[in-house]
């Protein structure tokens, strides 16, 4: 039990960094482009893990068959990563928040595909009630942040085939530093050219924003980490929708922003099917 409250201070810890990545890149403003943002978020990430691979001498090992998993993952990363800041700078952070939070259960819809695994009624149903919290957060329309809302959404499916992936090629023992230097090594090369011949000049205030999103970024990475080593994913990944919380007040705060009926409606149905989904888990555990 100790050892589970641990991981859950952790996810939580987690949560919290993860909204102050959201919160600066916000903070950092419409004026630098998503690609450019991208890429310093991805270089602090690359050069902490890096050092951890040197710190602990840790062989970069991807393994025979990983390559396309590795890939895929990095690419998924990538526009997920574009999709999400996108939302981020168009819409409320609590909404940009949640939307990225689908990803959970696109990871169950593509590990289907990549791992195999089955999927149960009511899995499927937890499923259906998630993506019906989207379309109220979205609310569909011919709006350009309804288009931006969609962006949110493309990039928590991006977000949950990475995880997918993730899981895949840690099923074949290739290490988490590994993973995480590869797609930021990968992400930083492919926005380099971008940053090379269209490269925005930023006030100090705006380098100094995208770089606290990295270090941030980089701090949830550590800590989700640590609490998924302490404890399964399936008893706490509940906890890390305290990062609705942690966005929704920054937002207000900050910038005044009040999520409206409809987003709240959509914001109960995704965490209530992620809190279901929690607890059925548990007690099919019990059971076993």
Same mark, same amino acid.
């Given at each position: 039990?100790?050892?589970?409250?641990?991981?859950?201070?952790?996810?939580?810890?987690?949560?919290?960094?993860?909204?102050?990545?959201?919160?600066? /890149?916000?903070?950092?403003?419409?004026?630098?482009? @998503?690609?450019?943002?991208?890429?310093?978020?991805? =270089?602090?990430?690359?050069?902490?893990?890096?050092?951890?691979?040197?710190?602990?001498? *840790?062989? /970069?090992?991807?393994?025979?068959?990983?390559?396309?998993?590795?890939?895929?993952?990095?690419?998924?990363?990538?526009?997920?990563?574009?999709?999400?800041?996108?939302?981020?700078?168009?819409?409320?952070? $609590?909404?940009?928040?949640?939307?990225?939070?689908?990803?959970?259960?696109?990871? @169950?819809?593509?590990?289907?595909?990549?791992?195999? *695994?089955? @999927?149960?009624? @009511? *899995?499927?149903?937890?499923?259906?009630?998630?993506?019906?919290?989207?379309?109220?957060? =979205?609310?569909?329309?011919?709006?350009?942040?309804?288009?931006?809302?969609?962006?949110? %959404? $493309?990039?928590?499916?991006?977000?949950?085939?990475?995880?997918?992936?993730?899981?895949?090629?840690?099923?074949?023992?290739?290490?988490?530093?590994? =993973?995480?230097?590869?797609?930021?090594?990968?992400?930083?090369?492919?926005?380099?050219?971008?940053?090379?011949?269209?490269?925005?000049?930023?006030?100090?205030? *705006?380098?100094?924003?995208?770089?606290?999103?990295?270090?941030?970024?980089?701090?949830?990475?550590?800590?989700?980490?640590?609490?998924?080593?302490?404890?399964?994913?399936?008893?706490?990944?509940?906890?890390?929708?305290?990062?609705? =919380? %942690?966005?929704?007040?920054?937002?207000?705060?900050? !910038?005044?922003?009040?999520?409206?009926?409809?987003?709240?409606?959509?914001?109960?149905?995704?965490?209530?099917?992620?809190?279901?989904? !929690?607890?059925?888990?548990?007690?099919?555990?019990?059971?076993?």
């Amino acid at each position: 039990m100790k050892q589970k409250n641990k991981a859950i201070a952790y996810i939580i810890l987690s949560a919290f960094f993860f909204a102050l990545m959201l919160f600066f /890149v916000r903070l950092a403003g419409n004026r630098v482009p @998503v690609i450019q943002k991208s890429f310093f978020r991805n =270089i602090v990430a690359f050069a902490i893990a890096a050092a951890i691979l040197i710190k602990e001498r *840790e062989p /970069v090992c991807i393994g025979k068959g990983n390559m396309r998993y590795m890939l895929t993952r990095a690419i998924a990363g990538t526009l997920g990563i574009f999709c999400n800041f996108s939302a981020v700078d168009h819409l409320n952070l $609590a909404d940009a928040s949640i939307l990225n939070k689908l990803s959970p259960f696109f990871a @169950v819809l593509f590990s289907i595909v990549l791992l195999k *695994e089955k @999927v149960s009624t @009511v *899995e499927w149903l937890t499923l259906a009630t998630a993506f019906a919290g989207a379309m109220f957060v =979205i609310k569909p329309s011919f709006s350009m942040s309804s288009f931006y809302a969609l962006a949110g %959404f $493309a990039g928590g499916m991006a977000a949950g085939l990475s995880y997918a992936c993730v899981r895949k090629l840690g099923t074949h023992g290739v290490k988490g530093p590994v =993973i995480i230097a590869f797609f930021s090594g990968f992400s930083c090369l492919c926005t380099l050219p971008y940053l090379i011949f269209s490269f925005t000049p930023m006030s100090a205030g *705006e380098l100094t924003s995208l770089l606290l999103a990295g270090c941030s970024a980089a701090g949830g990475q550590i800590f989700i980490t640590a609490a998924y080593t302490n404890a399964p994913a399936r008893e706490i990944s509940v906890f890390d929708y305290s990062q609705i =919380i %942690f966005t929704a007040s920054l937002g207000f705060l900050m !910038w005044g922003q009040i999520p409206d009926i409809l987003s709240v409606i959509g914001y109960i149905l995704i965490i209530g099917a992620a809190i279901f989904k !929690w607890r059925y888990n548990l007690s099919q555990d019990r059971q076993k």
